[in-house]
């Protein structure tokens, strides 16, 4: 019998070492679970359920962004990092029990051969400590609100660009219908033209999809009513970060006050230490069958404080303080020359939307005669007018598209656009 139990243990704690199961098997069955959670993730985006989309519906659904959420759990991760300086205040419990026999009776189980115990620890800070963990905690929370804030224009600047893309995709089309308008235009190169118009639909889907984190719709934009921006005319300092780019001057902001954080961390080495505990026998003892339980009073509750100063005699607090100070200056330098760079892509972006601009009346207006031109019934002069319009219309995109590089650039620093965010039918942005 005695045996035959021995036999029950070891295979008890076989079961627990090969409980995990084989790779393959494990692997196959979370393939299997994938299959069943993605069942859709080879159908046609055409044959997916018909979601109509305007601008304002698509900028509130952005928070399903996988971007946004990861920015989003950085600022809880920061809001936990500050409950956590005063979490750690709490006493730490340590439950342990051990069972000792001898090999030859380890099938023996008895009260007698079994001890436990529940431990206590409260270890406090010194004061100083306290308040540095915490105020790195706040500066960290309030750098990843600030950068959720850029990552959300962010997002938006790139759903800007894909509704602008579906405008261009219209303009394609009205293009390639030119083109099928030649009678020389044959059956291979309408395939041609409707592999990618059809390419376009699922570049412009999957970029909407991941813009949501939802690909679980067919997307139909239904309106136009984008923000527009009249950055030639509108009178805007762009010279004064309260108006342009206040944003980044508060991100870097952020960055000198961890950097002079981490300064005063090192320096923090130089002072007396304090470091308090209050500990006491188990609170809780099982020995031999000997129940111990909570018996104990106030005398067997010990405090401790400790004040230990380190003598820098090696030389190594100094040399780290001295790095430190090295890359606070290397920083201060680099969000120089950051804001100089900003500052001088704000003006390159400014001046650019004036030869942009007069390139494009330009082109409007050499369409507007070749559209007023009547059709020719000569071939090679129709040929010729048509080829005309198209090459007219494909710089026309190519103008579109490079205002659509230009735009954002200002668009995101401009603060105006952000503190009263509307759109073009009075509609706020979020």
């Avoid at 080879?42 to 359920?49: R, Y």
């Avoid at 306290?130 to 600047?157: I, K, S």
Wanted: proline residues 3%.
């Amino acid at each position: 019998m005695k045996y035959f139990r021995a036999i029950l243990i070891v295979g008890f704690f076989s079961g627990l070492i090969s409980g995990c199961g084989s790779v393959d098997e494990n692997i196959a069955e979370r393939s299997a679970e994938l299959i069943s959670r993605y069942p859709g993730l080879n159908n046609d985006p055409a044959d997916l359920p018909r979601v109509d989309l305007d601008w304002e519906t698509a900028v509130s659904m952005l928070d399903g962004n996988l971007v946004m959420r990861h920015a989003a759990e950085e600022i809880v991760r920061a809001e936990v990092s500050v409950k956590r300086v005063f979490l750690d205040l709490i006493p730490q419990l340590t439950i342990q029990g051990i069972y000792g026999q001898a090999i030859s009776q380890v099938t023996e189980l008895t009260q007698d051969n079994f001890n436990a115990n529940i431990n206590a620890l409260f270890s406090v800070p010194g004061l100083m400590r306290l308040r540095l963990d915490y105020y790195g905690a706040m500066l960290a929370t309030y750098g990843a609100r600030q950068q959720y804030e850029l990552t959300y224009r962010e997002e938006v600047v790139n759903l800007y660009t894909v509704f602008r893309e579906h405008q261009h995709a219209r303009a394609r089309y009205v293009i390639e219908s030119l083109k099928a308008a030649d009678p020389t235009f044959g059956r291979a190169d309408r395939k041609e033209m409707e592999f990618k118009r059809r390419r376009r639909e699922t570049d412009l889907w999957l970029a909407l999809s991941s813009a949501f984190g939802n690909h679980s719709n067919h997307w139909n934009i239904v309106s136009a009513d984008l923000p527009r921006f009249d950055y030639l005319n509108e009178e805007s300092r762009w010279d004064d970060p309260n108006e342009a780019g206040w944003l980044f001057i508060i991100l870097e902001a952020v960055e000198l006050e961890a950097a002079r954080l981490r300064e005063l961390g090192v320096k923090f080495q130089y002072w007396p230490q304090l470091n308090m505990r209050i500990y006491s026998p188990s609170v809780y003892l099982l020995s031999g069958g000997d129940r111990g339980g909570f018996e104990f009073d106030a005398e067997d509750i010990r405090f401790e404080a400790a004040v230990t100063m380190k003598l820098d005699t090696n030389l190594a607090i100094r040399d780290q303080l001295r790095e430190t100070r090295r890359n606070t200056r290397l920083l201060e330098q680099k969000l120089y020359e950051d804001a100089h760079e900003r500052a001088q892509k704000l003006n390159e972006a400014r001046q650019a939307l004036v030869v942009v601009d007069s390139r494009v009346k330009q082109l409007l207006a050499r369409k507007k005669l070749l559209d007023s031109m009547p059709r020719s019934s000569v071939y090679d002069v129709f040929e010729q007018q048509l080829a005309e319009r198209i090459e007219v219309l494909n710089q026309l995109v190519a103008l579109e598209r490079e205002l659509d590089s230009i735009i954002p650039v200002l668009w995101i620093a401009d603060e105006s656009k952000w503190r009263v965010p509307m759109v073009e039918n009075g509609a706020p942005l979020r």
